[in-house]
Nanobody, 117 residues
Framework: QVHLVESGGGLVQAGGSLRLSCAAS????????MGWYRQAPGPQRELVAI???????NFANSVKGRFTISRDNAKNTVYLQMNSLKPEDTAVYYC???????????WGQGTQVTVSS
């Protein structure tokens, strides 16, 4: 079992910055990929950014050049630095972790990010 706790959401003006953090606990040794997804009002949850244990990353096209993702394996924490925020970045952001043995997806409780125009 893996438990994820997010922090760092809030309200910011367009052009501003926020940093999200996600701390993992439990069977952290089995985590391979960690990252962030977001969900605006509606059923679709979309990938924002992910990072593997080896440091390789993947970003949604909509956030490339504005968001960075980093991972501190010693602290079992992943960070999402969000710069040049836009109103369309407004969503609930969910931390995600996937273990490799067995393959299980875990989710945090979500943190609201609101960008005002």
């Amino acid at each position: 079992q893996v438990h994820l706790v997010e922090s760092g959401g809030g309200l910011v003006q367009a052009g501003g910055s926020l940093r999200l953090s996600c701390a993992a606990s439990g069977n952290i040794w089995s985590i391979n990929v960690m990252g962030w997804y977001r969900q605006a009002p509606g059923p679709q949850r979309e990938l924002v950014a992910i990072i593997s244990r080896d440091g390789s990353t993947n970003f949604a096209n909509s956030v490339k050049g504005r968001f960075t993702i980093s991972r501190d394996n010693a602290k079992n924490t992943v960070y999402l630095q969000m710069n040049s925020l836009k109103p369309e970045d407004t969503a609930v952001y969910y931390c995600h972790a996937r273990t490799i043995t067995p393959i299980i997806n875990y989710w945090g409780q979500g943190t609201q990010v609101t960008v005002s125009s």
